[in-house]
């Protein structure tokens, strides 16, 4: 969606209308015109304030997800001075906080029809991180603990010399001639500023980009909530009417199961008052389940260990950047000279009329360019908001392809910092060495 | 045959045999098969007026008007390679009190299709020619052997009874026959010098071609009623005539199944269904059936598959998706919308409550194309025949 039509579809949000969608109604890979705006009940002008600059830096990352970790990381091994933005009190965010445990896309096959790990870097070092501790469970696409997650992304930040500010939520920027000058955030001090040389946008849902300004669509995509059951592993299955029940899948520890959630379809992941919907109406629906669940003969020891802190929003939007990274890309072995990182699939797809299974999906390029937005001079985009076409979606937005566009974002922002060059105009080769160097695998 | 038309037929041949090799000819993949007028008119009598008479076999029409026998001497694969089997036996076998049956196989076709039942376009060369391609295209199934099955009786009995399938049998010959009759009684030409042994005695329409239009009429009437009646119908391609007409149209050229992109038609072998043995069905284990394709129609020279166009893609019914929910991934709790996305149609859903999600189907918008039992990780959707007799379009 361009800038212009995104301001005149306000407008019409404002006015109560909806916007109606083109695509059939099966369709969920919807996007919705004025996505985020509720309709609004009034106006107000903010009065005009100064906000105090808290922090100075070469990188600043907003958003401390897979993609951002891995971002702040990276640009601080670059040698970067580093701030990463985390509003809630953990690293990891949807992986840890939302209890989305499975680091999937770590595997595809290369040319040979070999299946073989290709999250390599940052992410590749967390995983082996959790391995090496015990904390994760299968070779290809591993379930972690998401405590032991936190940890050791906590370890690696620490270890990297990332200024982390937890507990402050990006508000904004404030930008002039197509350059970010400072990220507002809010926080227990009220609004403050961050000013970084270059910003990558980690948010998930492209908050940053949106405020720059940047082109976008809106993804309106199926939302859960994962929780924890407790004590799975104290179910009598010889108990007098037992049942089999839906309890989820093992994580690493043997009492714990997560049980994942499809969730409504074709829900606006921007929108405060579907999100605070689903929230509510989530939360009171797990308690019942377990309620049924224990209600089963062997399953009275089961328990609900918790909800996710993080809503599961699984996609919304999408950057329009500089290249569009297609499904047929990803099916072809597709290369590109200014590849960033590798990613590895984890659903089977149709491809010219045949399936190809999860097991023989390519490993596939990440071209530099789809993290780089149009216009804006020091922004990059990583994480599930980068740019790609709707039907890369599944492959595109899970944890392990997160941590490769992060980790590539992350590079080309200390290298962009230091050359104080625009991310358009950035010197790919050094991007790419520094990558190499940061044992990342660029295919 | 002259000296001249001799190598022009080879030349035939050659191309007849790369046309029908696995390598992307498009358009061209199907051109011998569209050339026999014995084909395109038995389809025309058949279902007039809903197809029209392909150009390329109203030019050979035409021309074997004009010409006697100009397709046998010029186009003929399957005529080709019936002389070199014929000249594989020097000692000649007598078979000149042989009567001419391939002139009433012609009328009594002609006359089948006319009722509806265009069943003796079996014997169409370039139909039996195209068939024995099947084990190229298809490896080596027992389906395919039956396909080579025709084209070898044919080039066995022209071994054995040197030219006798040509000059006596090949009822596209006798459609030839009674052009050239034809053309003679306009014309009020006198019967040239016949060429063959037996001098030319009967004419174009005489009281054995009467006795052959009656077998005609009444075998195709007696297999429309054994074609008939309640049973399943197998997946056919889209657009495929109704299950009773479906299988006395097709000739098992085998064509659909060499153009079809995602290679799912496969021709059929239910022992149960005599009467559409080897007709094509389709099989959606790797591959499915494109929403912008309709190669299989424009391929076939029969109309089995009726010819139609892209848009009308979402009226055509194949089957329709059934999902034995049980298995599915998301019913398990895991993450899954693979058929969800795959779905063209819009047809799959999925539905239910929070814990139990399961995906749905949309009967009024699945045509069974296939492309969520294809791309189901755990292989529990499967494509179920429409009805007990298939309506195979939706208004």
């Not at chain 2, 026998?69 to 020097?90: E, I, M, N, Q, V």
């Not at chain 2, 139909?127 to 052997?145: D, S």
């Not at chain 2, 309709?294 to 009726?306: E, W």
């Not at chain 2, 895991?334 to 063209?344: G, L």
Request: net charge positive; hydrophobic share 45%; proline share 6%.
């Amino acid at each position: 969606m361009r800038r212009r039509t995104f301001l005149s579809n306000i407008g019409l949000a404002a006015g109560g209308l909806a916007c109606s969608s083109r695509a059939a109604p099966g369709d969920e890979r919807d996007t919705t015109e004025a996505g985020g705006m509720p309709a609004a009940a009034g106006k107000i002008v903010e009065p005009a304030r100064e906000i105090p600059i808290v922090a100075r830096a070469d990188v600043a990352v907003v958003g401390g997800g897979p993609a951002g970790v891995a971002a702040a990381i990276s640009a601080a091994r670059a040698g970067a001075s580093t701030i990463l933005i985390e509003r809630y009190n953990c690293l990891g965010g949807l992986w840890t906080g939302g209890l989305v445990l499975p680091l999937l896309a770590t595997h595809g096959s290369d040319r040979d029809k070999q299946r073989r790990q290709v999250l390599a870097g940052i992410g590749g070092e967390m995983a082996q991180r959790l391995k090496a501790l015990r904390m994760s469970i299968h070779e290809v696409d591993p379930v972690v603990d998401p405590e032991a997650a936190k940890y050791v992304m906590e370890v690696m930040v620490r270890e990297a010399g990332v200024q982390v500010l937890y507990h402050c939520w990006g508000a904004g920027v404030v930008a002039e001639g197509g350059v970010i000058r400072a990220v507002l955030l809010e926080s227990k001090a009220g609004r403050v500023a961050v000013a970084p040389k270059v910003v990558v946008d980690c948010t998930g849902d492209g908050d940053v980009l949106s405020w720059a300004g940047e082109a976008f669509e809106n993804m309106r995509y199926h939302i859960g909530l994962v929780h924890r059951l407790g004590n799975v592993d104290r179910i009598d299955t010889s108990a007098p009417g037992y049942k089999e029940m839906p309890i989820g899948n093992p994580t690493p520890l043997g009492s714990v199961n997560w049980v994942n959630m499809h969730g409504e379809n074709n829900q606006d992941g921007l929108d405060l008052f579907t999100l605070s919907r689903l929230q509510q109406a989530y939360r009171l629906e797990i308690w019942k389940q377990v309620e049924r669940i224990r209600a089963v003969p062997g399953h009275e020891q089961v328990f609900l260990l918790e909800t996710a802190p993080q809503l599961g929003v699984r996609a919304s939007r999408i950057l329009d950047g500089l290249y569009r990274l297609t499904l047929d890309d990803s099916m072809t072995f597709r290369t590109f000279d200014d590849a960033i990182g590798v990613s590895g699939a984890w659903t089977p797809v149709l491809h010219n009329g045949r399936k190809v299974g999860e097991r023989e999906r390519p490993m596939w390029q990440i071209p530099y360019r789809s993290l780089v937005p149009r216009r804006t001079g020091n922004l990059l985009v990583a994480g599930r908001c980068f740019c790609y076409e709707k039907a890369l979606v599944e492959d595109a937005r899970v944890i392990g392809t997160c941590m490769v566009t992060g980790h590539g974002a992350g590079a080309a922002a200390a290298v962009a910092a230091r050359t104080g060059s625009s991310v358009q105009d950035a010197d790919i080769a050094k991007i790419r060495s520094t990558l190499i160097e940061q044992k990342a695998f660029l295919g | 045959m002259s000296k001249t038309s001799r190598p022009i037929r080879w030349a035939s041949l050659a191309l007849a045999c790369l046309l029908a090799l696995p390598l992307p000819w498009g358009v061209f993949a199907d051109f011998y098969v569209h050339l026999s007028p014995f084909l395109a008119l038995q389809s025309f009598l058949a279902h007039m007026p809903a197809l029209l008479f392909g150009l390329p076999a109203a030019v050979v029409l035409l021309l074997i008007i004009r010409w006697d026998r100009w397709f046998c001497r010029h186009a003929c694969p399957t005529g080709a390679l019936c002389d070199a089997a014929s000249a594989c036996r020097r000692k000649r076998r007598s078979w000149d009190a042989f009567p001419r049956v391939h002139k009433a196989l012609a009328v009594a076709a002609l006359a089948a299709a006319a009722c509806g039942a265009p069943a003796l376009a079996l014997l169409d060369p370039m139909a039996l020619f195209h068939g024995a391609w099947a084990p190229v295209h298809q490896g080596p199934t027992i389906a395919a052997a039956l396909g080579v099955a025709g084209l070898a009786a044919v080039l066995l009995l022209s071994f054995l009874f040197p030219r006798l399938w040509c000059a006596r049998l090949c009822p596209l010959g006798g459609l030839q026959m009674l052009a050239a009759g034809v053309r003679r009684t306009l014309t009020r030409a006198p019967a040239p010098m016949e060429t063959e042994r037996a001098p030319l005695r009967d004419p174009a329409l005489g009281r054995r071609s009467l006795f052959a239009a009656a077998a005609g009429v009444a075998g195709g009437l007696l297999l429309r009623r054994a074609a008939g009646g309640e049973k399943p119908s197998p997946l056919r391609p889209p657009g495929a005539l109704p299950e009773d007409r479906f299988a006395l149209t097709c000739c098992r050229c085998g064509t659909c199944a060499r153009v079809c992109p995602t290679r799912i038609v496969r021709p059929a072998l239910d022992v149960r269904d005599p009467i559409g043995l080897l007709a094509p069905e389709l099989e959606f284990s790797r591959g499915y059936c494109l929403p912008a394709c309709n190669a299989c129609s424009r391929a076939c020279p029969t109309g089995a598959i009726a010819p139609f166009e892209i848009e009308a893609k979402q009226r055509l019914l194949i089957g329709t998706a059934r999902i034995r929910v049980d298995g599915c991934v998301v019913v398990k709790g895991r993450e899954c919308d693979r058929c969800v996305v795959s779905c063209e149609y819009h047809a799959i859903r999925i539905t239910g409550g929070l814990f139990d999600p399961a995906p749905e189907i949309d009967a009024a918008r699945c045509v069974g194309c296939g492309a969520c039992a294809v791309v189901c990780p755990e292989g529990v959707v499967s494509i179920r025949p429409v009805g007990e007799f298939s309506v195979r379009t939706r208004s």
